[in-house]
C-alpha cells in the first residue's frame, strides 16, 4: 500500500488530468483520449478515494453525485435578476432594435455596433455561482428574482465544472446558461423509456426541465443533459474583460462550455447574414434552437443601455418562424373584438412543436386579410414557448390560423380585410 503522502500526490494529479480532458471533450469539443483512456482514469481515482476516503473532497470529479434524494429544492433569491430577451420576429424589427440602440449611445450614422451572436438554445436558464473557484451553488431562473436550488442536479452534468481551472479567475463567478438535452441524447431516452414503462418526454426541452427537477440526483446523472454558458451574474473582482465576447472566452480558459457557434458580427446586416446561415443550419445542428440572441459586446456600452422592466436593452432574441403543421378542417364560430376575436371549437387537438394544442385566440382582425374565403383549414405554429392569448398590436406568432373570417368583426364594427393567414395565440 503507498503511503497517504502519495495517494494523495497521485489523486490531485488524476484529478487535474480527468479536469483537463472534461475541457478538452465539453469546451473543445477536441478529445485527447480515448473514452477507455478517460474511464481507467477515473477507476484509479475511484479506487484511490476508496482506499484514503479522508483524501475525498467534493470538488472531485468521482464526487458529482451526492447524497440521498431531496424533499424538495429550497428557493434562492438571485443576487443580480436574471433578466429576459426581447425578441424580434424579422428583420425590420431587428434593424429597428439596432437604430434604437445606436440612437441611444448617439453614434454617427456611419458607426456600426458589433455585436455577440448565438444560437437561442431551448433549455433551462440556469445561474452558476462559484467561489474561490467552487461550484457553490446552481439555481434555475425561476421569475427572474429568485429559483430553485438545484444545486445537486447540476453537479451530476459531466459539462459543468465543480472546480474552474488555472488560478486566475475572480474570487466570486456567476454565469448564466442554458442547461438542455442534445437531440441524440433526447431519442436514445425516449427509446430507453420506451422499453422500460412507455413514458416518454414530448421533447429535449421538457426532458431537460424534467430532468433538472428530479428531487434524486441519481436519476439526473442518467439524463444525458449538457450546458453552454452565455452570460453574467455577480462577478467580484470585476470586470473580467472590456467585452461580451472577451469575458466569455475567459470563460472558456476556466473550463466552463460556451456555443462553438459564438461570433462577434458588425452592425444589423451581420447579424441578418448570422441569422440566415444559422437558419439553413438549424435541423442538422446536434440541439434544438428556436432563433439567435444578440447582444452589444462592448461592456461599457451594455452598462450605459441599461435594461427597461425586466429585458436589457442591449440584446434581443431573433426568433425562427414558429414550426408549423396543418391543422384540421373544420368549421369554426367566431366571436371577440377589434383586436382579438374568439375562435370557439374550432380544431380538433394538433400536436405541434412538441405541444399539443387544442384551442386558439386570433388577434389582428381589423390588420388582417384572408385570400381563401370559405377555407377553414386551420395552420397551427409554435414559436418558443409562447403560447398566451392576449391583444396585441402586431402579429404575434404562436399559432396561425388559416381560416374564413366574416367580412365584419361579430362584435365591433370593424371590417376584417382579406389575409392569407391570421396570427393567433391559444
Ligand atoms: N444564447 C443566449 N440565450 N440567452 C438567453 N444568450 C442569452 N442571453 C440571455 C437569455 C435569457 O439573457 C441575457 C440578458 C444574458
Known amino acids: 500500500m503507498i503511503s497517504v503522502k502519495e495517494a494523495a500526490s497521485r489523486i490531485d494529479k488524476l484529478r487535474d488530468e480527468i479536469n483537463f480532458h472534461n475541457q478538452q471533450y465539453h469546451v473543445y469539443d477536441e478529445p485527447r483520449i480515448p473514452d477507455s483512456e478517460y474511464d481507467r482514469l477515473m477507476l484509479e481515482l475511484q479506487s484511490l478515494e476508496s482506499d484514503f476516503p479522508d483524501l475525498i473532497t467534493p470538488e472531485s470529479p468521482t464526487q458529482r ?101 488555472g488560478t486566475d479567475y475572480p474570487a466570486v463567478l456567476e454565469v448564466r446558461g442554458e442547461v438542455f438535452m442534445p437531440k441524440a441524447g433526447f431519442e436514445k431516452l425516449n427509446e430507453r423509456a420506451r422499453k422500460a414503462d412507455g413514458k416518454t418526454f414530448v421533447n429535449p426541452r421538457n426532458a431537460a426541465a424534467g430532468s433538472l427537477r428530479q428531487l434524486d440526483p441519481r436519476i439526473t446523472t442518467t439524463r444525458p443533459l449538457t450546458f453552454y454558458c452565455y452570460g453574467f451574474g455577480e462577478i467580484d473582482p470585476a470586470p473580467i474583460g472590456e467585452t461580451q465576447s472577451d469575458s ?36 442538422g445542428l446536434e440541439y434544438d434552437i428556436d432563433g439567435v440572441v444578440y447582444k452589444v459586446d462592448r461592456l461599457s456600452r451594455q452598462k450605459t443601455l441599461g435594461f427597461v422592466s425586466r429585458a436589457p436593452r442591449w440584446a434581443i432574441a431573433y426568433k425562427f418562424p414558429a414550426q408549423s403543421a396543418d391543422g384540421v378542417r373544420k368549421p369554426i364560430r367566431v366571436s371577440g373584438g377589434a383586436h382579438r376575436c374568439e375562435c370557439g371549437g374550432s380544431s380538433a387537438a394538433c400536436f405541434v412543436g412538441g405541444v399539443t394544442v387544442s384551442n386558439a385566440t386570433l388577434h389582428n382582425m381589423d ?58 395565440t391559444v
Not at 425590420?92 to 448617439?106: G, T
Not at 455596433?113 to 445561474?127: F, H, Q, R, S, T
Not at 467552487?134 to 429559483?147: E, I, N, Y
Not at 409554435?382 to 402586431?394: H, K, N, Q, W, Y
Open 65 to 165: 453525485v451526492g447524497g440521498a434524494p431531496l424533499e424538495g429544492f429550497d428557493t434562492v433569491k438571485h443576487r443580480l435578476p436574471m433578466l429576459s430577451l426581447d425578441n424580434a420576429f424579422n428583420a425590420a424589427e431587428l434593424e429597428d432594435f439596432d437604430r434604437r440602440v445606436r440612437e441611444r449611445l448617439e453614434l454617427a450614422d456611419d458607426e456600426s455596433i458589433a455585436y455577440v451572436a448565438e444560437p437561442k438554445l431551448d433549455g433551462l436558464a440556469v445561474n452558476l455561482r462559484y467561489e474561490q473557484g467552487r461550484l457553490v451553488l446552481a439555481a434555475t431562473r425561476g421569475d427572474g428574482a429568485s429559483g430553485e436550488d438545484v444545486t445537486s442536479n447540476v453537479r451530476t452534468i459531466s459539462a459543468i465544472p465543480l472546480r474552474l481551472l
Open 248 to 283: 466569455i472566452l475567459r470563460l472558456r480558459q476556466w473550463g466552463l462550455p460556451v456555443s462553438p457557434e459564438l461570433q462577434v458580427v458588425q452592425g444589423a446586416q451581420g447579424c441578418i447574414d448570422y441569422y440566415e446561415k444559422i437558419a439553413v443550419r438549424r435541423d
Open 367 to 424: 390588420e388582417g386579410r384572408t385570400q381563401d374565403a370559405g377555407d377553414d383549414t386551420v395552420f397551427v405554429r409554435r414559436s418558443g414557448d409562447v403560447f398566451r392569448g392576449r391583444a396585441c398590436s402586431r402579429w404575434y406568432p404562436a399559432v396561425t390560423r388559416k381560416v374564413a373570417l366574416p367580412a365584419n368583426c361579430p362584435v365591433y364594427p370593424v371590417r376584417i380585410a382579406p389575409a392569407r393567414h391570421h396570427e393567433s
